[in-house]
Structure formats: structure tokens, C-alpha cells
């Protein structure tokens, strides 16, 4: 019974935090907050459900489930690299090097660096 | 030792391959044990032009606070991120770039620190400077940008350097 309960809270939280991921896609104003939303409340959501399939397995069926473990895992690898192609895109398609905080030594954040800007340095760097 | 290197280029690599495979598997055989080990022979072979050097880890102990850390800090910024969708109007929000110089020289610490930005409260990486030696990082809401650069420098960055370096 509290088994049970225990699964339940975990699912219903983990979907709440897919909930709330999905509107906040909605309800933020720019691109880049809107980014934002999905990777980290959606990581607690599947989280949630994921734990709640753990308690399951081990307690129902009798085995203990790495899959879960492994899951959360490719999650927690994965996100921040989609999330990363992402801003590289809205940095190349929506602002310009002045939109940015300085960059250091070099004044360019690495999108914005391209081939034109030092055309007979890039051979030599490659 | 020149040949072992050659065929096995990182064998930490290959060591996680093989488990990986035995975890997806989800049942232990001699059979799969042995398909895990060949493909964590292959694949860093077929993937060594792409990574030439093998990390260092210093103190890999620190390996496991700093997971339990980022972890815990996961939890609490999807707890962050959810109040600050719900409840605050979209005019009261300051987003805010900030650059944050890095100390880190490691290209492993350097990713490492880059997602573990975009996991935690209210920050995204979004790119690296041209010559590697700062990340731009987007705040949800930062009101005082100086103050989240301060304690990214000294939670993960400094337990990073710690661990590679």
C-alpha cells in the first residue's frame, strides 16, 4: 500500500514537471528562456517516472531494472548538447557580436567566428 | 606497450563500454560480457582521430561528491525553473547574458562545466569563446549576474579543477 502511494507520488510529480515543461514553451517571451523550460523541468518529469518504474520493477516483478539508471543517464548526456546546437543556432540567425557580453581576448564568441574573419589563419589552424 | 596503446586508447572508455552494454542487456551473460568487451575495443578505436589524448583525472574520488552535487542541484533548479514559469509575470523577468572567464584548461572539464550549467538553476550554456577561454551562459532570471557567475566559479568550477587538473 505505501509501496504504492510511493509509485504514484513519483509518477504524478514526474508528470506535473513534463506539464510544466511543456508550458512554459507557451508561456516565455524569447527564444532563449523558452529553451530554458524543457531541459530541466523535463528531466525531473521523465525522472519521476522513471524512478517510479524502478520501485515497480524491484518490488512487483522482483528484479532490479538498469534500464532506468541508464536512461537518466542518456538524458543527463544528451540535453545540454541539444540545448547547445540550439542557442548556437538563434546566436548565428538572431543576434550580432555587439548583442553579446565581451568574450575575452579573442572579442568573438566562438558562433560568431568565421572563416571570413581571418582567412589565412584558418588553413594553418586546421 | 606501444601496441597495447594503439589498441586500446582508452581503456577507461572501453571498461564503461562494456558495462553499458551488460546495463542495456539487463541480464548478465558470458555471451554479452564478451559482445560488450568487443565493441569496447572498436569503438574507441573507430573514434580515436576525433580524441586524440586521453584525459587525465586527478582525483577521481571527487567524481562522486560532485555527482551527488550536480544531482541534487538538478532537483532543486527544476523546482526554481517551474516557480518562475508558474507564477512570475513575463515582464518582472530579467534574462541576462553573462560571460563566465574560465580557469579550466581540460576540454573534458570544460564540457563538463558546460552541461552542468544548463542542468542547474536557471543557466544555459550557449557557446564558447573563440579561443576557449570563456563560456557565455543565459540566465532565466538573474537579477544580479555577478552573483551567479561568483557561485558557478566556486561550485563547480573550482571542484572541476580539482578533479582534472
Known amino acids: 500500500m505505501i509501496i504504492e502511494l510511493l509509485i504514484s ?26 529553451m530554458h523550460a524543457p531541459t530541466k523541468s523535463t528531466t525531473l518529469g521523465v525522472g519521476g517516472v522513471l ?41 548565428n540567425q538572431q543576434t550580432r557580436p555587439e548583442d553579446l557580453p565581451d568574450a575575452g581576448s579573442c572579442k568573438l564568441w566562438a558562433t560568431h567566428d568565421k572563416p571570413e574573419h581571418h582567412p589565412a589563419s584558418d588553413q594553418s589552424e586546421a | 606497450m606501444k601496441l597495447l596503446n594503439r ?13 553499458i552494454w551488460l546495463l542495456l542487456v539487463n541480464r548478465f551473460s558470458l555471451n554479452s560480457l564478451l559482445f560488450g568487451f568487443l565493441l569496447g575495443l572498436l ?10 589524448n586521453r584525459p587525465k583525472l586527478k582525483r577521481p574520488s571527487k567524481l562522486v561528491t560532485y555527482t551527488l552535487l550536480v544531482l541534487w542541484d538538478i532537483i ?33 572539464a570544460i564540457a563538463m562545466l558546460g552541461g552542468t550549467i544548463t542542468m542547474t ?11 576557449g ?15 551567479v557567475r561568483a557561485e558557478i566559479k ?10 582534472f587538473e
Open chain 2, 43 to 52: 569503438i574507441p578505436v573507430a573514434t580515436q582521430p576525433y580524441w586524440p
Open chain 2, 121 to 131: 538553476p536557471g543557466t544555459l550554456t550557449a557557446d564558447i569563446s573563440a579561443q
Open chain 1, 9 to 34: 507520488v513519483c509518477v504524478v510529480v514526474g508528470g506535473l514537471f513534463g506539464l510544466v515543461g511543456s508550458f512554459g514553451l507557451i508561456k516565455l517571451s524569447d527564444p532563449m528562456s523558452r
Open chain 2, 7 to 19: 589498441l586500446l586508447p582508452h581503456p577507461l572508455l572501453t571498461l564503461m563500454l562494456t558495462v
Open chain 2, 154 to 163: 566556486t561550485r563547480y568550477e573550482a571542484r572541476l579543477k580539482e578533479i
Open chain 1, 51 to 91: 524512478v517510479g518504474s524502478m520501485i515497480h520493477a524491484a518490488v512487483y516483478e522482483g528484479k532490479v531494472s538498469a534500464h532506468e539508471l541508464l536512461i537518466t543517464l542518456f538524458l543527463l548526456v544528451t540535453a545540454p548538447v541539444t540545448a547547445n546546437f540550439l542557442a548556437k543556432v538563434f546566436i
Open chain 2, 133 to 147: 577561454r570563456s563560456l557565455l551562459v543565459h540566465c532565466l532570471h538573474a537579477p544580479d549576474p555577478d552573483a
Open chain 2, 76 to 108: 532543486v533548479a527544476n523546482v526554481a525553473v517551474a516557480r518562475i514559469v508558474l507564477f512570475m509575470p513575463n515582464a518582472k523577468r530579467q534574462p541576462a547574458w553573462i560571460n563566465i572567464p574560465l580557469d579550466i584548461r581540460t576540454p573534458e
